[in-house]
């Protein structure tokens, strides 16, 4: 079973209690450990475990679930010992176990949400969150803001308040010596747009030398080539490194962030006006827009052909992103005055909608919390509402995580919520 795997069957499955005498064999004690685990009994199951270690060391269930009720009980310094045993007999000693406390480049400036842009020296970088490592600490709000408990060499492995990680670090791959930029290594559209490309105005604000390089992913999709080549980013500037990677760094520049914070603004101006030969003016916005998501394997809406065909009496028009070139997701964008859409990565381009646009994001339980295209729309003074669709679809079971969940969009209350905040659209039809 996968690390991540085992993790997160651990943590569900919690702890468990004080043992009851009988025969101190391996597999009575084993069998005890699962039925206290299984009551939930917390302090029985750490006697358990440490009872099975005494008389197997090496006992790969007894580590880890002793290791898990420690760091569950905010004992992370006291449960790494026990996760290094187990991460070392199942990699062959190929990776180090070691505790790390998220901390922050600038936590005055973070606090009040400016952007800025951190150095750090002699660090070691990790290439799929773009996490770096100094010491004791670990980055990963400034650099991609990602949730770092569900990296693969975390896997939950996260103290009750947050602070602590316990993670396996492979041996270091790679040294790059030169300084360079942390762009990041995000190839998800709308992260990529959010997370990597609104950094470039942090750099410029911060007046930044442009010859550095800097560091992305190396297996550019054709979007990403597209967008560097309209901000003005020359092939030759790239540091690409494959996902996966440990990399040593003798200096790095890390430009905070922008994504969901409130200087989000900042980045996106930035953004819009480099590519503002492709935007209509805003006072030609006139288009009603549907974006579909039908490219997309990723929470399927089940009858958006229902929803379609209800918006097309009203005058919207169809795109589907996900199949058209940037400058066209650009160009439909910057000409729409009313946009529905499920969420995902198409309502990015919110961000060359005009202001006043009127943005109607249909969600799912699994993805109303997540705040970017609101952040976005406030940050342009777009109105934006957001519909919850609470009638799950076919792959809505346990083993799936509700983000991930298909849907059934709720037509009625679609075109209701229209009417309410775009009356005219029902009037004069």
Same mark, same amino acid.
């Given at each position: 079973?996968?690390?991540?795997?085992?993790?997160?069957?651990?943590?569900?499955?919690?702890?468990?209690?004080?043992?009851?005498?009988?025969?101190?064999?391996?597999?009575?004690?084993?069998?005890?450990?699962?039925?206290?685990?299984?009551?939930?009994?917390?302090?029985?199951?750490?006697?358990?475990?440490?009872?099975?270690?005494?008389?197997? =060391?090496?006992? &790969?269930?007894?580590? %880890?679930?002793?290791?898990?009720?420690?760091?569950?009980?905010?004992?992370?310094?006291?449960?790494?010992?026990?996760? #290094?045993?187990?991460?070392?007999?199942?990699?062959?000693?190929?990776?180090?176990?070691?505790?790390?406390?998220?901390?922050?480049?600038?936590?005055?400036?973070?606090?009040?949400?400016?952007?800025?842009?951190? %150095?750090?020296?002699?660090?070691?970088?990790?290439?799929?969150?773009?996490?770096?490592?100094?010491?004791?600490?670990?980055?990963?709000?400034?650099?991609?803001?990602?949730?770092?408990?569900?990296?693969?060499?975390? @896997? @939950?492995?996260?103290? /009750?308040?947050?602070?602590?990680?316990?993670?396996?670090?492979?041996?270091?791959?790679?040294?790059?010596?030169? =300084?360079?930029?942390?762009?990041?290594?995000?190839?998800?559209?709308?992260?990529?747009?959010?997370?990597?490309?609104?950094?470039?105005?942090?750099?410029?604000?911060?007046?930044?030398?442009?010859?550095?390089?800097?560091?992305?992913?190396?297996?550019?999709?054709?979007?990403?080539?597209?967008?560097?080549?309209?901000?003005?980013? /020359? =092939?030759?500037?790239?540091?690409?490194? =494959?996902?996966?990677?440990?990399?040593?760094?003798?200096?790095?520049?890390?430009?905070?962030?922008?994504?969901?914070?409130?200087?989000?603004?900042?980045?996106?101006? %930035?953004?819009?006006?480099?590519?503002?030969?492709?935007?209509?003016?805003?006072?030609?916005?006139?288009?009603?827009?549907?974006?579909?998501?039908?490219?997309?394997?990723?929470?399927?809406?089940?009858?958006?052909?229902?929803?379609?065909?209800?918006?097309?009496?009203? @005058?919207?028009?169809?795109?589907?992103?996900?199949?058209?070139?940037?400058?066209?997701?650009?160009?439909?964008?910057?000409?729409?005055?009313?946009?529905? @859409? #499920?969420?995902?990565?198409?309502?990015?381009?919110?961000?060359?909608? /005009?202001?006043?646009?009127?943005?109607?994001?249909?969600?799912?339980?699994?993805?109303?919390?997540?705040?970017?295209?609101?952040?976005?729309?406030? #940050?342009?003074?777009?109105?934006?509402?957001?519909?919850?669709?609470?009638?799950?679809?076919?792959?809505?079971?346990?083993?799936?995580?509700?983000?991930? %969940?298909?849907?059934?969009?709720?037509?009625?209350?679609?075109?209701? #919520?229209?009417?309410?905040?775009? &009356?005219?659209?029902?009037?004069?039809?």
């Amino acid at each position: 079973m996968k690390l991540g795997k085992i993790i997160g069957a651990a943590a569900r499955r919690a702890v468990g209690g004080r043992p009851k005498g009988g025969a101190d064999d391996l597999a009575a004690l084993d069998a005890r450990l699962t039925a206290a685990l299984e009551r939930g009994e917390g302090d029985d199951a750490r006697t358990i475990c440490a009872r099975i270690l005494e008389l197997a =060391p090496d006992h &790969p269930r007894a580590l %880890w679930g002793l290791a898990v009720l420690l760091l569950q009980a905010g004992e992370a310094e006291a449960a790494v010992p026990h996760f #290094a045993r187990f991460d070392a007999a199942q990699s062959g000693g190929r990776v180090t176990t070691r505790r790390y406390c998220s901390a922050l480049m600038d936590p005055e400036r973070h606090a009040r949400g400016e952007p800025y842009v951190g %150095w750090r020296e002699s660090v070691l970088l990790e290439t799929n969150h773009c996490a770096i490592f100094a010491g004791d600490d670990v980055y990963f709000r400034e650099t991609q803001d990602r949730t770092f408990a569900n990296h693969p060499w975390v @896997g @939950g492995r996260v103290s /009750p308040d947050g602070r602590d990680f316990v993670v396996s670090l492979p041996p270091v791959d790679r040294v790059i010596a030169e =300084p360079f930029i942390l762009l990041g290594t995000d190839e998800n559209f709308s992260h990529w747009l959010e997370r990597n490309l609104l950094k470039f105005a942090v750099l410029e604000a911060h007046g930044i030398d442009d010859s550095l390089p800097l560091l992305i992913n190396d297996d550019l999709h054709s979007y990403q080539r597209e967008y560097l080549r309209l901000v003005g980013v /020359p =092939p030759e500037r790239l540091l690409p490194v =494959p996902r996966g990677l440990v990399v040593s760094c003798r200096k790095v520049a890390v430009p905070v962030c922008l994504r969901n914070r409130p200087r989000m603004r900042l980045g996106i101006d %930035w953004l819009r006006a480099r590519v503002t030969d492709h935007m209509s003016p805003p006072a030609l916005a006139r288009d009603l827009v549907f974006v579909s998501r039908r490219d997309s394997s990723l929470r399927v809406m089940h009858n958006e052909a229902e929803l379609e065909q209800a918006l097309k009496s009203l @005058g919207f028009t169809t795109f589907v992103a996900g199949e058209a070139p940037v400058t066209e997701q650009i160009r439909v964008f910057s000409r729409a005055r009313v946009i529905v @859409g #499920a969420h995902g990565a198409g309502l990015t381009n919110l961000i060359f909608a /005009p202001p006043g646009a009127f943005v109607l994001e249909i969600a799912t339980p699994g993805s109303a919390g997540m705040e970017e295209f609101r952040f976005i729309a406030g #940050a342009l003074g777009q109105r934006i509402v957001t519909l919850v669709a609470a009638r799950p679809g076919d792959n809505a079971r346990p083993d799936v995580i509700p983000l991930k %969940w298909n849907f059934y969009a709720d037509v009625p209350q679609v075109l209701a #919520a229209l009417r309410d905040n775009v &009356p005219e659209l029902i009037a004069r039809r």
